[in-house]
């Protein structure tokens, strides 16, 4: 199996340090055995995750994109263990964790932590919001400095939310700032990486602008990577500098934030991409919308050849026989297609026009 | 579906088997001695030591066992060539009761048709008031009439069961002589002397029971019908009475219908107090002579009746879940 | 007393009313807090073929004015006052079994989840079956023979064979095609579409916006379409209502309202979503703090509190005194009190949108 290269990230834009990798992952898998309901014999698999590689560096976001069981939730689950992977490696932070078991995971999630879509059901209803805040340090042994509670008062602020509140229960809350109380948690050991998986997709338009825009403070202020999972494209292209878009637990194509929307290389891309909405009514008509046929074939039973086969306009023979790589098509854009887009825009990195 | 009906068979068996051996195990583990047990007050050791030869109690407990449930597949004979009258114990043979000179079956088989025309009789009776009262509570949600059947629930709910048939039968036949005296007459014989008599035993066990399944009810209800599909049956223009019935209770019915299988299962092996107050020759009238006589073989028999029922009662209520559920039937 | 309520069509005295008209129409809850003023004063007409976009957040009321529409509230839990007019009918007086003749006839509606909206235990075709059923005498076999015209006509696939399937064994766009499928096969002449593509992927939503376009035309429906997304309505609409704290801040047109957006909280939704065709290192310009409480609204403009434009308002009036609903220009009118220049400058510094010719 020929591995592209993206250690490399490409271009970028200038304002994005490249700093450390701080987590590898290579030729990752994740599969779900299938239990018949008799005798519980495994009967097959959901290969929900296929062969991913991909590197973050530190200070940088990677968004992974894709619909609802394109498997970029399990991605992230098992990129931190907190699923087994069936193959392939995990380093996070220049340890291999592979095959770390939960008790020496401990130390390794000082740098590399989690948020959730649910802000609410990913909060203990009985704990205080002192408590949820500061429970990373039990769990790690850590004594903050100057105390338990003045650390996380401060974290509180720093995330939005007011000190005082350090006595009250997540369901005293809104939405928004329970997702906050999640950031401070998740930010308490000072990690080097964060997962954050669907983090604004339950909050209302205005809130989630809030959160994003702390996301990236946080970003900026401790240097932090993020692997941002969203199903909304708008807001992954906001935040990710690079992004990975996902079919069917397979990557279709990664590359630069700008060039994934000025030029579209692969036909899922393309036709994800046309399916935005508008937005301005006066836009009406003027977009081509590639229409995808048909459903999402099962997991469990992936097509032959390309997964994307099945509902790609510009399919031929060679796509049911030939598994198409993903590969290096220009600098920072690699492809899994046998007939890629053309390149829209000169090959060459242009910074993104005004 | 198949499958898990096979698998629900299989995992019944095993624990009928599993049953019978802790049964068996349980009983010959008491102090008490059956072979003793098998004559009167004048027994000589000698004939308790003859006795115990001819039962077999001197065997090893696997081999008592294998006869057991060997005499429960193709009978067995009791004091076969011992130079006794042999006592003919036809299968199902579950033993023979010496304090009553009769096979264990045959007590049974007297005493369960009382027990299930009481217990189905008031099973009839509390589903219709329990589900009913519980819909008009949910329907009627935070105003008087919810109120007042939750309370009324409350109150027959903590009534004990002997409170409520010893009153009454000290009201309603001893006071001013509406029924009867009880006694048990069977439905074929005299139909409406077994109605009359078995009305009040019906109304004892259904008060506490409705009361119950009243709150449960409600609980389902409510949260029925704060579901979304209740919504689009409204927007479809569906009347009151269909989004409730078809639609709001229909959705509720799971765990009603796993209380009143098992509610169901565990009536059938005896309803010790309400047999005993409106003197009902039933398994549980059968259960508490058995204990009081020290009469092991019934004692026996009637614990793995009973406990028949109620993993029958499972069986059904699993089969009724793939019934209800059309989910369950796919997965 | 403002005389806000006047919706436009009765504004001008016209005896013909709107083929859906709301006036005034207030929807409020008895909690143990306090009354939950959801809906406070809601008016607007749409007219058959055309769609209606109700736009806000949660809390804004615009899920409890579209319940309102169909009758769906409980006349016990929900006090509601003011009219809702469907084809002449008011909602809000007419006795329940007229109103329980109308929905599911006249007009219908579908909801953001489709899984949690169909009934799990009964087959898909069963419910569209139950639907035709509702309203007249129609055979069995005659009523399932619609549901899989109906069924085949939303695009499901083998809809003769599929009929007899559960709704769990659809996907969700699937499942959101039966819904449809459901709601329009009495041919209502309303459609009230609650975040009907919320819950679904992009790929599946456009099909379904499409496919509601399509139906649309064919059976000539008033929509009203409540949503979150100022995409959908770009895509969907003919006109907008953005709703804010139970009331309606600003309604107009949809080119106007996202060219000439005239009220500080529609200028906030717009600078809140990240925009795809602008530059990627754009900061997103956030509503600052919370929706407000529906039981204690703050005084004066109720998205004062919130609003960053409040100084150019003189002598305070944004929070003493409530802002009407005024015209900012044919068709168009805001509840705000910056003058129409202000509204005008401001707009374009919020936004980045420019006035479109």
Known sequence: ?354 | MLGFVVKRLGAMVVMLVGLSITVFLLFSVLPADPARLTCGKSCTPDVVQANRVRLGLDKPLTEQYTTYVKGIFAGRTYNEGQGVAEIDCPAPCLGYSFSQQKPVTELITEAVPVTMWLALGSFVLWMAIGVTGGVIASLNRGRWLDVALQSTALVLYSLPTFFVGLIMLIVVIVQFGLLPYPDYYPPTQDFPKFFDTMLLPWLTIATASAAFYVRLTRTQMVETLGEDYIRTARAKGLTERAVTVKHALRAGLTPIVTAAGLDLGLLLGGAIIVEQIFNLPGVGRLAVGSVIDSDLPVITGVTLVAATFIIIANFVVDLLYMVIDPRVRLS | ?357
């Open chain 1, 1 to 354: 199996m020929t591995t592209p290269n993206l250690t490399d990230a490409g271009p970028r834009s200038a304002s994005t340090p490249v700093g450390d990798v701080v987590l590898r992952v290579r030729g990752l898998q994740k599969y779900f055995p299938i239990q018949s309901s008799f005798l519980r014999r495994t009967i097959g698999q959901v290969k929900a995750v296929e062969n991913i590689d991909l590197d973050v560096h530190a200070g940088e976001t990677v968004g992974l994109v894709g619909e609802s069981g394109c498997g970029k939730s399990t991605t992230g689950r098992t990129m931190l263990r907190l699923l087994d992977p069936t193959g392939g490696t995990i380093e996070i932070d220049g340890r291999d964790v592979t095959k770390l078991s939960m008790r020496q995971m401990v130390p390794v999630r000082r740098s590399a932590q989690m948020i959730f879509q649910d802000p609410y059901s990913s909060l203990n209803p009985r704990h205080t919001i002192g408590k949820i805040i500061s429970s990373p340090w039990e769990v790690q042994g850590v004594n903050p400095e100057g105390g338990v509670k003045k650390s996380v008062q401060e974290l509180m602020a720093r995330v939005g939310l007011n000190p005082e509140h350090y006595n009250r229960f997540p369901a005293e809350f809104s939405g928004g700032q329970r997702q906050r109380i999640g950031i401070a948690r998740a930010l308490a050991l000072r990690p080097k990486l964060i997962v954050c998986d669907e983090p604004v997709s339950a909050l209302d338009v205005s809130i989630q602008a809030q959160v994003l825009n702390l996301l990236e403070d946080l970003q900026n202020e401790f240097n932090l990577a993020y692997v941002f999972i969203a199903h909304d494209l708008s807001v992954v292209r906001h935040i990710a500098d690079r992004i990975a878009v996902m079919y069917l637990g397979r990557v279709m194509e990664i590359t630069d934030s700008d060039s994934l929307y000025r030029s579209p290389r692969h036909p899922y891309t393309k036709a994800l991409l046309s399916a935005i909405p508008l937005p301005h009514p006066s836009m009406r008509g003027q977009r081509e919308r590639i229409v995808l046929t048909g459903d999402l074939p099962s997991p469990s039973n992936p097509p032959s050849g390309c997964v994307f086969r099945t509902r790609c306009w510009k399919a031929q023979e060679r796509c049911a026989t030939e598994i198409p790589p993903l590969s290096e098509i220009s600098p920072g854009t690699s492809v899994a297609c046998h007939f890629p887009e053309p390149a829209k825009e000169p090959v060459s990195f242009t910074p993104p026009q005004a």
């Open chain 3, 1 to 357: 007393m403002t005389a806000q309520s006047t919706g436009p069509a009765t504004a001008a005295g016209t005896t013909k009313r709107a083929f859906l008209e709301l006036d005034d129409l207030k929807v409020s809850f008895q909690t143990e807090d306090g009354v939950v003023r959801a809906v406070d004063g809601v008016s607007f007409a749409l007219e058959r073929g055309r769609t209606m976009a109700i736009v806000g957040e949660s809390g804004s009321g615009k899920s409890v004015t579209s319940q309102a529409i169909m009758g769906l509230h409980s006349r016990r839990a929900a006090k509601i006052t003011g009219h809702a007019w469907v084809d002449g009918v008011d909602i809000v007086t007419a006795p329940d079994a007229e109103l329980r003749a109308l929905r599911g006839q006249r007009m219908a509606m579908i909801f953001q989840d489709p899984l949690s909206s169909l009934h799990p235990f009964y087959t898909v075709g069963k419910q569209l079956v139950e639907a035709v059923q509702a309203h007249g005498e129609v055979p069995k076999a005659e009523a399932r023979r619609r549901a899989v015209s109906m069924l085949d006509r939303v695009g499901i696939p083998n809809a003769a064979r599929r009929v007899d399937d559960y709704p769990h064994s659809f996907s969700g766009g699937m499942r959101q095609r039966a819904m449809i499928a459901m709601a329009l096969i009495n041919n209502p002449a309303l459609l009230i579409a609650d975040e009907p593509t919320t819950a679904l992927d992009v790929t599946v939503q456009a099909q379904i916006l499409e496919l509601i376009r399509e139906l649309q035309a064919e059976y000539n429906m008033a929509i009203v379409l409540i949503t979150h997304d100022l995409g959908v309505v770009a895509e969907s609409a003919d006109d907008v209502t953005v709703m804010y704290g139970g009331r309606v801040v600003e309604r107009g047109g949809v080119d106007e309202i996202f060219s000439r957006p005239s009220m500080p909280y529609t200028w906030g939704l717009m600078s809140s979503v990240p925009d795809m065709e602008a530059d990627r290192g754009k900061r997103l310009e956030p509503i600052p703090g919370q929706p407000p409480s529906l039981i204690n609204l703050p005084k004066g403009c109720v998205f004062r509190p919130r609003c960053a434009y409040a100084q150019h308002v003189p002598d305070g009036r944004c929070d003493t005194e409530r802002p009407d609903l005024t015209p900012v220009d044919d068709g168009h009118d805001a509840r705000c009190f910056l003058t129409l220049d202000q509204k005008r400058t401001l707009a374009v510094k919020a936004t980045g949108t420019e006035e479109v010719a």
